[in-house]
């Protein structure tokens, strides 16, 4: 049972480039989402979705897309990588009935560095 | 949508002593209430969390209280440890919600 996984670990982007994040997780999971931390900062919310097929903006979506196309897996876009996205960025992932019913679980982090 | 806040945004204290963690949110429907701890260049993991049908939880040092009346709940780690170096994170999530919205974080320094 390896949780949530998300590759790469670390990325390096010019400015312009495009790529994508991968997540997935095997915990059969209903909820899953992404999340950007920037240095000292706080955990906030890109993108999220309770289902396949299902996904939804959060705080700061702007700059990135997402698909749900199974449970198991929520890649990350950048579209046209900007040195404001410099970021480590988390997936996470959590049961969801109509709500959430408790933890929700990380993965280790991808550290995305945009020059 | 929930408006979160922590306080304080800093802690330091020496090690043996008390520390105490206040989320205060906005939304009376919130109903699970969780404290996420990250450790320096790691994930956020659940340290220990409440629901709303009870007071207080303890797990070992660590508990956490609710006030619903008041709409704030607070983390207290007793007998603090180097370990508990970290920035702790409240969640409160209200019922049926889709949006986790996180505190800005509380850095808590433990001074031996």
């Known amino acids: 049972n390896a949780g949530v996984t998300q590759t790469p670990k670390f990325q390096v982007l010019k400015t312009g480039q495009s790529m994508t994040l991968q997540c997935a997780q095997d915990?059969?999971?209903?909820?899953m989402s992404w999340y950007r931390q920037d240095p000292g900062m706080g955990l906030r919310l890109i993108h999220y979705s309770v289902g396949a097929g299902i996904t939804d903006q959060g705080e700061v979506p702007n700059g990135y897309n997402v698909s749900r196309s199974t449970t198991e897996d929520f890649p990350l876009r950048l579209l046209s990588a900007a040195p404001s996205q410099t970021s480590v960025y988390f997936c996470?992932?959590?049961?969801?009935?109509?709500?959430?019913?408790?933890?929700?679980?990380f993965g280790e982090g991808s550290r995305l560095t945009v020059l | 949508g929930e408006n979160v806040e922590q306080h304080p945004s800093t802690l330091s204290v020496q090690e043996g002593d008390s520390a105490v963690i206040k989320c205060t949110y906005s939304?009376?429907?919130?109903?699970?209430f969780p404290w996420y701890k990250q450790e320096l260049g790691k994930r956020p993991q659940l340290i220990i969390d409440?629901?709303?049908?009870?007071g207080e939880k303890k797990d070992q040092r660590i508990a956490v209280t609710l006030n619903k009346t008041a709409k704030h709940f607070s983390l207290h780690i007793t007998e603090t440890q180097p370990e508990d170096s970290a920035v702790y994170f409240c969640?409160?999530?209200?019922?049926?919600?889709?949006?986790?919205?996180f505190g800005q974080g509380t850095r808590l320094t433990i001074n031996p």
């Open positions: 996470a992932s959590s049961y969801f009935s109509g709500g959430f019913a408790g933890e929700l679980f």
């Open positions: 939304d009376s429907a919130s109903n699970y």
């Open positions: 409440i629901r709303s049908n009870v």
């Open positions: 915990m059969n999971h209903e909820y």
């Open positions: 969640a409160p999530i209200i019922q049926g919600a889709q949006k986790l919205v």
